[in-house]
């Protein structure tokens, strides 16, 4: 009875935190329905289409790499709030401004705020989870995030009858509000309290979530100085550094393995491919997503109980066998061309999905010691949306100039060595405290 109500309080925290992953997922995918009309109210030219789509990265690759320090200065939760304050001042601006500087600045600054949740509600989950259920529960916030651009859609679709883009945006500000209030009713993490010599509140918030607390962090961590001042530099430590890097380029494989590929622009792949209309495409898209949806409830499933690097490593594999798949159809095929293309896509995008959507996250939330964890997560998830920006601002120009065959098989040759990397580099951490984790990457 008493372990149900342990996970109950921790699914709780973990469902309000993740609320902040829909929040990601929906505001990346609005603007592609709205585009169209934006693009009409604004008279913007193809460039600044393009700049106006970009801004939002630019805006999340610096709330990520703030984002995380602005964690383990005020705490988790308080940033939560703050970036909610950011993000309904962006929107608000965004549809009522009829200033064309400040319409752009306003992508700028929800970038930076999905750029902060990116950052944070991986690790908040992680800290209040106990090692039995932290995978599951980390996962959440990627199933949100996938629910997020899927809603996106579904209002963007009957919005956009009616010739209304700007309630595309200010809907997600129902959500946005929904976890404002919901923030009232969860703790800020122990191990952030411990960090700031609040170790008995710390330990009262870890009896609720965790079935044994003598091997947490908090009681077995006496080494680190509480009153220095954490600096960037420790990322480079000799206990920090082999984690710090693997955690960075597993975040830089999540991008450049071509996910955002699909999440941008699987309308425009299935037009080229031959299907007759756009409308049609975005069908076929959405489908792809609702794919993504049911893989991620797998992947859910499965990482508490097979772990982190099987899952991983099928999934490269898996993606890069689709991508191969993909490439060979663009090279040979011209009858059937659009079936192959939905096959393969839905095929990479299930084994993303089931392992690398997930356990990119999940990992980067446990690898690094508590005193500096915001930071670390921050400068990955930076290190993330920089990947995201070159691979979502180059695919065009690659299909361009390469065609879209062999732009297909450079990302399956990446996806190779994603999976050289990750049978190498990444250690099994399933069930294990994050003192057991640290203590791996310390050797």
């Not at 329905?33 to 801004?55: C, D, H, R």
């Not at 992508?107 to 989870?129: M, N, Q």
């Not at 992947?299 to 099928?314: A, E, F």
Request: proline share 2%.
């Amino acid at each position: 009875m008493k372990s149900k109500k342990l996970f109950f309080h921790s699914l709780f925290y973990a469902l309000v935190a993740s609320i902040g992953g829909f929040l990601f997922g929906y505001h990346t995918a609005a603007i592609s329905g709205a585009l169209i009309f934006i693009a009409k109210e604004f008279n913007l030219s193809i460039a600044l289409q393009q700049i106006l789509v970009s801004f939002i990265l630019i805006g999340a690759i610096i709330g990520a790499y703030i984002g995380g320090h602005l964690a383990d200065l005020i705490g988790r939760k308080k940033t939560f709030f703050y970036s909610i304050l950011i993000l309904s001042i962006g929107t608000i601006i965004f549809v009522i401004t009829k200033n064309i500087f400040l319409f752009f600045s306003s992508r700028v600054l929800i970038g930076f705020s999905i750029g902060i949740f990116s950052t944070i509600s991986p690790i908040y989950i992680a800290e209040l989870s106990d090692p039995k259920y932290r995978g599951r529960l980390v996962s959440i916030n990627q199933l949100s995030l996938v629910l997020g651009i899927l809603f996106s859609n579904i209002f963007a679709y009957f919005f956009l009858k009616i010739f209304f883009w700007q309630a595309i945006f200010l809907t997600g500000l129902i959500f946005a509000f929904f976890m404002f209030i919901l923030l009232f009713f969860i703790p800020e993490t122990p191990s952030f309290l411990a960090n700031k010599n609040q170790k008995i509140k710390a330990i009262e918030i870890l009896k609720k979530v965790r079935f044994n607390i003598k091997d947490s962090e908090i009681i077995k961590n006496k080494s680190y100085d509480k009153s220095k001042k954490t600096k960037i530099s420790e990322l480079f430590s000799r206990s920090v550094r082999s984690a710090f890097l693997v955690g960075i380029t597993l975040n830089i494989f999540r991008q450049i393995t071509g996910i955002n590929i699909v999440t941008y622009y699987a309308p425009k792949i299935f037009l080229s491919s031959g299907v007759a209309t756009p409308h049609l495409a975005m069908i076929f898209a959405a489908s792809i997503t609702t794919i993504n949806i049911f893989a991620t409830l797998i992947s859910i499933w499965l990482i508490d109980k097979v772990g982190r690097r099987p899952l991983l490593i099928s999934s490269i594999l898996g993606m890069m066998i689709f991508l191969f798949i993909l490439s060979i159809c663009f090279f040979t095929l011209h009858k059937n061309l659009t079936v192959f293309v939905m096959i393969s896509l839905m095929g990479f995008v299930s084994f993303f999905a089931i392992g690398l959507g997930s356990v990119s996250w999940l990992i980067n939330s446990e690898i690094y010691p508590m005193h500096i964890r915001g930071k670390a997560n921050g400068i990955a998830t930076f290190a993330n949306w920089i990947s995201n920006y070159l691979v979502a601002t180059s695919f065009l120009s690659l299909v361009h100039n390469l065609g879209q065959g062999l732009t297909f098989l450079i990302f399956a040759i990446i996806c190779l060595f994603a999976l050289i990397f990750s049978i190498k580099k990444i250690p099994e951490t399933k069930g294990k405290t994050f003192l057991e984790i640290q203590k791996f990457f310390k050797k």
